[in-house]
C-alpha cells in the first residue's frame, strides 16, 4: 500500500512505524507479503516510500517467516517500520498468535502492529469474532505493543457489527480502493471519527502490494 502522513514522520533514531508519528509531514508507505530482496529495496526508493508494513503472520496460522529477514533488511536500509497480522479466528487462540508474532518480529523495531479483519476465517458468530479480536489486541497490548486495526466498513459491519466500537481507541488503517490519496471519503463506524491509513490501489512494486495513503490528522506518540 501507499499512504501518506499528514501527521508526519517521527525521530528516526527513537523508533520506527507510524506508531509515534508527530509532525504534519507527508510520507509514503507499502506493505509487502513477499521477501525484500536487492529488487525489492530499489523498487521502494524509486517510488519514494519510507515506510514499509511487511506480512509477520499468515492467514493460514502461522508465522510469516520472510518476515525477520525483511525486517532486518529494511532496518539496515533506513526504512521505518511497521507489521500486520493476517489471523485466523479457525486456527487457535487469539493471543497464541500475537505472541507467536511478537516473537517473529523478534528484537527489530517495529510501530504498530495491524490486524487485518477482512472476510476470509471469519465465523458467522458475531460475538465469537468480537471476542477473537479483544484477545488478540489485548495480547499485544500486554505486551507492550501498539495495535491497530485494518478493516473497512463493509468488512467491519459483517465481521462484528457496525457500531461495535470496543477498539475504538486503536488507530484504524481503512480500505477504499478510489485511485485517490486524500481521506475525505471516510465516513465513520466502529467508533472511528478519522483514520490513520487508508488503502487506495494495488501496485506492482516489489512483486505486487497494496498502496495507501495516511490520512489521521493527529497520531501523537502512540508508541514510544
Known amino acids: 500500500f501507499f499512504f501518506q502522513a499528514e501527521d508526519g514522520i517521527r ?3 527513537r523508533s520506527r512505524g507510524l506508531g509515534d508519528v508527530y509532525k504534519r509531514q507527508p510520507i509514503k508507505g507499502v506493505d509487502l507479503y513477499s521477501i525484500v530482496d536487492e529488487d525489492c529495496l530499489q523498487d521502494l526508493k524509486g517510488a519514494g516510500i519510507k515506510l514499509v508494513i511487511p506480512r509477520c503472520f499468515t492467514s493460514i496460522g502461522f508465522p510469516d517467516k520472510k518476515c525477520p529477514e525483511s525486517l532486518e533488511t529494511l532496518a539496515e536500509a533506513g526504512y521505518q517500520t511497521d507489521v500486520y497480522i493476517y489471523p485466523c479466528p479457525g486456527c487457535g487462540a487469539p493471543e497464541k498468535q500475537a505472541v ?31 471476542n477473537f479480536l479483544l484477545a488478540i489486541t489485548g495480547e499485544l497490548k500486554k505486551h507492550g505493543k501498539q495495535a491497530g486495526i485494518y478493516t473497512n466498513e463493509n468488512l467491519w459491519a459483517s465481521i462484528v457489527g457496525k457500531d461495535w466500537n470496543a477498539l475504538a481507541a486503536l488507530p484504524l488503517w481503512y480500505k477504499r480502493l478510489d485511485g485517490s490519496l486524500q481521506c475525505n471519503t471516510f465516513k465513520p463506524f466502529g467508533g472511528w471519527s478519522k483514520a490513520a491509513l487508508k488503502q487506495y490501489a494495488s501496485s506492482s512494486i516489489c512483486y505486487g502490494s497494496a498502496l ?13
Open 11 to 13: 525521530d528516526q533514531p
Open 100 to 130: 507467536e508474532t511478537i516473537s517473529n518480529v523478534g528484537t527489530n523495531k517495529v510501530g504498530t502492529y495491524w490486524v487485518l479483519v477482512e472476510n476470509f476465517q471469519w465465523k458467522s458468530d458475531i460475538t465469537y469474532n468480537r
Open 212 to 224: 495507501d495513503t495516511s490520512c489521521q490528522h493527529s497520531i501523537n506518540k502512540l508508541l514510544q
